[in-house]
């Protein structure tokens, strides 16, 4: 079983289950695994603000350098640089995503697998797939 939130998604031999519960909602999502048509892991990150943290840090270390100092030993403008630097790291760090979709015909399973290494992931995929696989070899001869 994969746990994602408060998002619970399960799979045994013959489906595979979502189970939602929200302040006052509830929602399940259940495909028979015959019924499975795709599986995808999306990965999603903003390298734009990993290069303004670069350039941040980059612009500090030559402020610094290049810079006034002052008592601390560092100038004002490369200490905002050195924050600011750091608070954009932070923010790429946070803004990264990652989502697993099961889909069907007719609905599709979405969970997020944020924190979770993406080779984790792709085992869960592969499993849906192989499971899949074993339950139409079973069914369908």
Do not use: W
Request: positive net charge; glycine residues 6%; charged residues 20%.
């Amino acid at each position: 079983m994969l746990e994602s939130d408060m998002k619970a998604v399960s799979l045994t031999t013959h489906r595979i289950r979502q189970e939602i519960r929200e302040s006052g909602r509830y929602k399940l999502i259940s495909i028979m695994l015959d019924q499975v048509s795709s599986c995808e892991i999306n990965r999603k990150s903003n390298p734009v603000i990993l290069f303004l943290a670069l350039i941040l840090l980059v612009g500090g270390l030559f402020t610094l350098e290049k810079g006034v100092s002052f008592s601390g030993g560092l100038s004002q403008a490369s200490g905002i640089m050195f924050l600011l630097s750091l608070m954009f790291f932070v923010i790429y760090l946070l803004a990264r995503s990652q989502v697993v979709s099961i889909s069907s015909a007719s609905t599709k399973i979405v969970f997020s697998t944020s924190g979770m290494k993406k080779e984790k992931c792709v085992q869960f995929v592969d499993k849906v797939e192989s499971t899949r696989m074993d339950f139409l070899g079973k069914y369908l001869k």
